[in-house]
């Protein structure tokens, strides 16, 4: 699922690895839940945002599926939104 999620940021989505952060949480003794995250180190400011995150959505989604990630959930934030 690691090697989906930066494929998706750096391959689908064209970002750079110095202005997107690709890292694992958990997955230890005390907190199994394992958390991968994709995060900017600052702002980006996105042209048609809306029609972005849907289509961006759904290529994570594909690239999840074919790493056979069935009992993956996936959730997107953006700060603007909340």
Do not use: C, H, Q
Not at 60 to 78: P, Q
């Amino acid at each position: 699922m690691f090697a989906a999620l930066k494929a998706w940021a750096y391959e689908d989505e064209g970002l750079d690895k110095r202005e997107v952060i690709v890292d694992i949480l958990g997955g230890g003794p005390r907190n199994p839940i394992v958390r991968m995250e994709a995060y900017t180190t600052g702002p980006v400011i996105i042209s048609g945002f809306g029609d972005w995150s849907v289509a961006a959505e759904a290529r994570l989604r594909k690239r999840v599926a074919e790493a056979g990630g069935e009992d993956v959930s996936l959730r997107f934030t953006f700060p603007d939104e909340e």
